[in-house]
């Protein structure tokens, strides 16, 4: 610093300059010297400084005068133009100090009742009342800063330093969050992209360390009718927090309470689900929401120990658990525990688990019922868990799958003594199939899972028998489910009017060796036979792709053989035929349950014996999907004579690709392909097909129009 001193008797004036830099301190000194300046005469001092700093702060333009007034007592006043800290707090100006009884001693130097002016944004009025002592002798201060006005409440500041060592406290009341985050936002102290619109905080903080680093923080207030909008938002919040960091060591050891009473926030911690950033609503129901947490933090070893942490969310869940996260690791959760009781699904879901389940298959679901949970997780996965369920329902909000009234327990263990779990349920869904009750018991270790009892689900009217279930959490291809069992004959028409479809007479049955569910992909190996129309369909290596997704895809093949054609179109109203009918549907992929590829084949069996007769009707809807014409031996005018025609054998066939049908027949014909080939013995017909290219849309909608009795439009 530099600058000038003088003192003064009343009568004469003196001025020594090239004052050496001193620390604040090192002033308080010479003033505690000059207390036997009275002595000598001396009335007033004053004290001229261009500039003065310290480690964190630095003054320009510092005047320091005493006058003093007997008895050791002194009228203390100093004023700085400008006062520096650091970021991000703005330069103090205009400060102006003010301590009318000064006691000034060898020893000590006391102000009580001073006051405090300075010109700054953050004061409502630029007045405090100051307090201070300062040990000559131990080089301690001592001050307090008070009946300040900040953001429209009272602010108190308090602090002792001693040598390196220091104690800060501040305490404010009913400071209004609106105008004080309008402050703090000027002084770039506020998070952007965050308004608060409302509410009241009183807090009291205090931090105690050495040189620049605290070594213990602590914090607790209270905040009432709070409405904040941001990335996370807060409407009419009431509530109290506290807080404690100490240092030690390795690093930091902290806890932290929240209590809400009233009100709603959202928060989105921050955190990423795949490419989801979940948030999670928070919402006081039955009763304070409270959470806690105990936590350590080692900075060297880059460990985060979370060795308690609390929710208690009367009418959702209470829970408690620890974590252990390695920072450094490639997967930097090793361990966590948890335990949640009281647990209603239905509220659970909506604020905990709904938010983590965004971009998956259970991202709309409708709850309810209470469950407890107890979980390990190990390195990222899942290595324990145990559930308990009492009337649980479970229903997708788009009719995918559902289950209702489950009861019971479930266990999944990676640890080698087994564990079993029993589950009850009155009734199951997949999209339009409804499942009866059944019961599942299950066994569990070393991260599988098995039946141990045979289980019967009714279906319609027959039933699944499951023989087989076994899952298993592999590390390299995630999990996989294996079921294995029988399909129990359930009547055809009955899974048709389930389905919304035509209305087919016979049985639908098949062994199943083996349906996987791994990957998000559902296969069924081997064959599922269905006895229909006095013939059999055989739907062969079926898989589902991102089957409860929102775009499932379907590959399989299909085989048809030696179907009787009377009942099947009288089925589908399509006009009365007599024979047999083979054929398959190969390479079917179907996406959203729609066609959009494959080779279909529909013909008259070799060697078919059979009495072959195809009505007027028919003859008209075949035309229509071939988009040809009938000929016979007789003219035109005559075929509205016949009800029926005789033919040798009839086919059709269709190669989608690309939103397009490649037409094709029995056989080749001028200009186009056969549909149906003439007979031996009149009246017979031919009808051929001349559109070899056929608008899938169109076809479908010609389909449609025969099934349901309409006049097909040809163009």
Not at 370 to 395: F, T
Request: hydrophobic share 40%; with cysteine; net charge negative.
């Amino acid at each position: 610093m530099t600058g000038g001193i003088a003192i003064c008797r009343p009568a004469c004036f003196q001025t020594l300059k090239a004052f050496p830099p001193l620390a604040i301190g090192g002033l308080l000194v010479i003033f505690s010297i000059s207390s036997s300046f009275p002595a000598a005469g001396f009335e007033t001092v004053r004290l001229n400084l261009e500039a003065a700093e310290g480690a964190l702060w630095r003054a320009h333009g510092v005047f320091i005068e005493l006058n003093w007034r007997g008895d050791e007592h002194a009228e203390l006043r100093v004023e700085i133009d400008r006062l520096e800290l650091p970021l991000p707090i703005d330069p103090l100006a205009k400060i102006r100090l003010t301590c009318p009884q000064a006691a000034i001693e060898s020893t000590q130097i006391v102000c009580n009742g001073g006051s405090l002016a300075l010109k700054n944004t953050l004061l409502d009025q630029p007045q405090l009342g100051v307090a201070f002592r300062y040990g000559v002798t131990e080089g301690t201060l001592t001050f307090a800063l008070q009946d300040g006005h900040v953001g429209g409440g009272t602010m108190r500041l308090e602090g002792h330093l001693a040598g390196q060592e220091w104690d800060v406290r501040v305490v404010a009341s009913d400071l209004s969050a609106e105008r004080l985050s309008e402050m703090l936002r000027a002084h770039l102290l506020w998070l952007q992209g965050y308004t608060v619109l409302q509410g009241n905080l009183s807090t009291m903080a205090r931090a105690s360390g050495g040189g620049s680093s605290p070594s213990r923080i602590q914090a607790q207030g209270r905040v009432t009718a709070l409405t904040f909008d941001g990335q996370s938002a807060g409407q009419d919040v009431d509530g109290q927090f506290e807080m404690t960091l100490e240092r030690g060591e390795a690093g930091w050891r902290g806890q932290g309470e929240t209590v809400l009473t009233h009100g709603l926030l959202y928060i989105e911690p921050g955190i990423h689900v795949g490419a989801v950033s979940p948030g999670f609503t928070l919402e006081v129901r039955e009763g304070p929401l409270r959470m806690n947490v105990v936590a350590e933090w080692d900075g060297k070893a880059q460990t985060l120990n979370l060795s308690h942490a609390l929710l208690d969310h009367p009418g959702v869940v209470h829970a408690e658990g620890t974590a252990l996260v390695l920072l450094d690791r490639e997967v930097p959760v090793q361990m966590v525990r948890l335990r949640a009781t009281q647990a209603r699904l239905g509220p659970l879901y909506e604020a905990y688990l709904q938010p983590l389940l965004l971009g998956t298959s259970f991202n709309a679901l409708d709850v309810t019922g209470v469950v407890e949970v107890d979980a390990v997780v190990e390195s990222g996965n899942l290595s324990e868990i145990h559930l308990g369920l009492e009337h649980v329902d479970l229903h997708d909000k788009k009719g995918r799958f559902g289950i209702a009234d489950v009861n019971g327990s479930f266990a999944y263990s990676s640890r080698s003594d087994p564990r079993e779990g029993r589950l009850q349920w009155t009734s199951a869904n997949i999209y339009r199939l409804e499942f009866g009750a059944g019961e599942l018991v299950t066994l569990t270790q070393n991260r599988a899972l098995q039946t141990v009892e045979v289980a019967f689900i009714p279906l319609l009217d027959g039933g699944l028998r499951i023989d087989k279930l076994f899952y298993q959490h592999a590390a390299s291809d995630g999990v996989g489910l294996e079921v294995g069992g029988v399909l129990t004959p359930i009547s055809l028409e009955a899974f048709c009017r389930v389905m919304g479809w035509p209305i087919l007479s016979g049985k639908l049955s098949g062994i199943i060796p083996g349906i996987n569910y791994r990957a998000k992909t559902l296969t069924i190996n081997g064959k599922v036979l269905a006895r229909v129309f006095d013939g059999d369909v055989v739907v062969n290596d079926l898989t589902i792709a991102d089957l409860f997704g929102t775009v499932p895809i379907l590959d399989t093949d299909i085989d048809f053989k030696n179907l009787d054609l009377e009942p099947l179109t009288h089925a589908f109203s399509f006009g009365r035929t007599e024979g047999r009918l083979s054929g398959a549907v190969h390479q079917l992929r179907m996406e959203d349950w729609q066609p959009v590829s494959f080779e279909a084949r529909l013909y008259t069996p070799e060697g078919d014996h059979s009495r072959h007769r195809i009505s007027q009707r028919a003859v008209d809807n075949l035309t229509s999907l071939g988009g040809g014409g009938a000929s016979t031996a007789v003219s035109r005018t005559f075929l509205g004579v016949f009800k029926e025609f005789s033919y040798d054998r009839l086919g059709l066939s269709c190669r989608l690709s690309n939103g397009v049908c490649e037409m094709g027949g029995v056989a080749p014909a001028d200009g186009g392909y056969y549909i149906v080939k003439r007979g031996f013995l009149p009246p017979w017909i031919d009808v051929k097909g001349f559109n070899r290219e056929v608008d899938w849309t169109v076809l479908v909608g010609r389909l449609k129009a025969i099934t349901q009795g309409g006049q097909p439009l040809i163009q």
